[in-house]
């Protein structure tokens, strides 16, 4: 099938590389001409494993190629997903602007046309989005009998995008015709996963009801660890129990930091605006967001709480994007963290395996180092800010030798309080 996919940011460019990976032929659309120049060598703008090959080996097969002109990609597709940014505003509604003229741009290309087309929104987008597609479709004289909008919402994470998107849980489609949705269905039929046929505004809505559910399990665990915290339990020990019931599961029952990253955060706030917005003060909702906001404050009070006056002192952050696996540092836990810390006088550096480029971007005052022990050299603590695997695996015999305070705030509950208290290091974890 002939696609066009309209943006090449994180969800635009892994649905192009599925989907050419999957037999398609898809011309990727971006007016960001550095950014086409990358992806014309085979490269990747952004940090996710496994992506970069992808591109490359379906770049050279002719399967996907790159361009900033719309109207020939839409001209030639079948199928056009749009997969442009919907970032927050101040008021923390969803930005469509990019929407709107994506709509515009493929409505003055495919006027006159008289094959069938189907339009995706890929895009994270308010309830209603795809009435208001349509309507500006309309409007630019397309005829309703040509062309279909679906809501097609992605459910990739960071870090496992491809295997996400080849290995999805449910695949959901929200058309409000047959004819759209075969085509759509087609499309992913050699994934042999289930297809969930919903209404377009449905659609719409279960994207910011799954990750609004995902935020509120990770609030509400972090709860449970101050609680913990306050009268000695172990919050590693009662989420492990907790999460064995089959009617809660396991994931998203880690203590720590809270979330960050560029969806739950911006989809919380959508989901609080489109619900005030209606009449509706979500009680929940809003709990989930403060937790989270309290949860990092909390963590810095432990730090300054423990090391008193930190003016002057060396912090070491092992880990700077908001998870392992990528270089995205958008509401990232470690930027609070070394602002507030930064503002106190202290002195920090940091070490990362990914996000270290990007972190240079917004980040001047922070000394980033190549090499973990390079980084510990004189310590006056250590802040454990992102699990990244490496970071389970330190030598502390080696740490102990070469910092100048033991001392490890732990925010992801990566290590064993006992074992690291017996070799000399003063521990503080969450909930521990």
């Known amino acids: 099938m002939k696609l066009a996919v309209i943006g090449t940011g994180y969800v635009g460019l892994v649905t192009g590389a599925c989907f050419a990976n999957l037999g398609n032929d898809i011309i990727c659309v971006d007016k960001d001409k550095e950014r086409l120049l990358i992806l ?22 002719g399967r996907i190629i790159f361009t900033s002109d719309l109207s020939h990609a839409v001209k030639k597709a079948d ?16 930005d469509v602007t990019a929407v709107f003229e994506v709509a515009k741009d493929i409505a003055k290309n495919i006027k006159g046309n008289k094959s069938f087309k189907v ?56 058309a409000s015709n047959n004819k759209a949705f075969n085509i759509i269905t087609e499309l992913y039929r050699s994934l042999n996963a ?43 020990e009662v ?47 809003n709990s989930v967001s403060e937790v989270n906001e309290f949860q990092i404050d909390a963590f810095i009070g432990k730090i300054i709480k423990t090391l008193k006056n930190i003016r002057g002192k060396k912090i070491v952050l092992l880990g700077l994007s908001f998870k392992p696996e990528t270089d995205d540092l958008r509401d990232a836990p470690s930027l609070k963290i070394i602002n507030s810390l930064t503002k106190k006088g202290a002195i920090i550096k940091a070490y990362d395996p990914a996000a270290e480029t990007t972190a240079k971007k917004t980040l001047p005052n922070v000394q980033f180092c190549k090499d973990i022990y390079e980084a510990l050299k004189g310590a006056d603590a250590i802040v454990l800010a992102t699990e990244w695997p490496e970071f389970r695996d330190l030598d502390f015999e080696k740490v102990k030798k070469i910092v100048k305070n033991p001392v490890i705030f ?5 290590y064993d309080p006992k074992r690291i208290r017996e070799m000399g290091f003063k521990y503080i974890g969450i909930g521990r």
């Open 40 to 61: 014309e060598k085979g490269e990747v703008p952004f940090y996710e494993p496994g992506l970069p090959e992808m591109v490359m080996r379906n770049h050279k097969a």
């Open 410 to 414: 732990d925010g992801r509950n990566i």
């Open 194 to 236: 289930r297809i969930i046929f919903t209404s377009v505004k449905s659609a719409e809505l279960i994207k910011y009801a799954s990750n609004a559910f995902l935020a509120t399990k990770i609030s509400f665990i972090n709860e449970i660890a101050n609680i913990c915290e306050r009268v000695g339990s172990d919050i590693k």
């Open 79 to 94: 199928v056009i997903f749009i997969a442009v940014g919907t970032p927050p505003k101040a008021n923390g509604q969803a």
């Open 239 to 285: 989420a492990y129990a907790v999460g064995m019931d089959k009617r809660i599961g396991r994931e998203f029952l880690n203590a720590g930091l809270g979330y960050g990253g560029s969806c739950l955060p911006k989809d919380i706030s959508a989901l609080l605006h489109l619900a005030r917005e209606n009449g509706y003060d979500p009680q929940i909702l």
């Open 119 to 174: 339009i995706v929104n890929k895009s994270t987008v308010p309830v209603g989005m795809g009435d208001i597609v349509t309507k500006i479709l309309v409007e630019n004289n397309v005829s309703e009998k040509y062309f279909s909008v679906v809501s097609n919402p992605e459910f990739l994470r960071e870090g496992s995008a491809i295997s996400d998107f080849l290995n999805p849980d449910r695949i959901v489609i929200g």
